[in-house]
């Protein structure tokens, strides 16, 4: 199975940051890596699906990258509505593993 | 719009079993795969099982296999996960998910508001 983790676990930022999380595959695969942000009390959505793709409504503050092991997740200008918990999954073969999470609050 | 609508969660005794239901409206469900994917109270996301659009290609997370079916009804926009055997550790919200693939890339792009399972006597 694929085992993913992310860094940092949880991070403090203020408005305006730039904000970056990490997200690594145990084994490469293409790049079937979705991101996902959560809020509390609410089901996660997707943000940028295979690896860099935004989805549709979703901010251009938003950008992921990455490939092969190792992806990113940026925020270029964070908001009051980012604060949340992001998680990256991997669809390149079931068990369709996410991430651990990191938790993104106010400084 | 696309909406997804679970149900069947609540308190359960362990050993004994549960079945969840999710309708779906908005989107023509035998075009799309299904997902089941679960979240204990105050954790991360588990991904606990897919299905086709037919119903003919299912995968589970290893350590619920054998206790947790996936099973959906096409006429009835219907997706289900049969829950066995439960244990505490099966306490979760539960949710329901759309599955989009396009040029082999699929994601979980639509999700529902999930249904609470407690597991406990």
């Known amino acids: 199975d694929i085992q993913m983790t992310q860094s940092p676990s949880s991070l403090a930022a203020s408005v305006g940051d730039r904000v970056t999380i990490t997200c690594r595959a145990t084994q490469s695969f293409n790049n079937y890596l979705h991101w996902y942000q959560q809020k509390p009390g609410k089901a996660p959505k997707l943000l940028i699906y295979?690896?860099?793709n935004l989805q549709t409504g979703v901010p251009s503050r938003f950008s992921g990258s990455g490939s092969g092991t190792h992806f990113t997740l940026t925020i270029s200008s964070l908001q009051p509505e980012d604060f949340a918990t992001y998680y990256c999954q991997q669809s390149y073969s079931a068990p369709f593993t996410f991430g651990p999470g990191t938790t993104v609050d106010i400084k | 719009e696309v909406q997804l609508v679970e149900s069947g969660g609540g308190l359960v005794q362990p050993g004994r079993s549960l079945r969840l239901s999710c309708v779906v409206s908005g989107f023509t469900f035998d075009d799309y795969a299904m997902h089941w994917v679960r979240q204990a109270p105050g954790k991360g996301l588990e991904w606990v099982s897919s299905?086709?659009?037919?119903?003919?290609?299912?995968d589970y997370v290893d350590s619920l296999k054998g206790r947790f079916t996936i099973s959906r009804d096409n006429a009835k926009n219907s997706l289900y996960l049969q829950m066995d055997s439960l244990t505490a550790e099966d306490t979760a919200f539960y949710y329901c998910?759309?599955?989009?693939?396009?040029?082999?890339?699929?994601?979980?792009?639509?999700w529902g508001q999930g249904t609470l399972v407690t597991v406990s006597s």
């Open positions: 295979t690896a860099s």
């Open positions: 299905i086709n659009w037919s119903g003919g290609g299912i």
């Open positions: 998910a759309k599955g989009y693939c396009a040029s082999s890339s699929c994601r979980i792009d639509y």
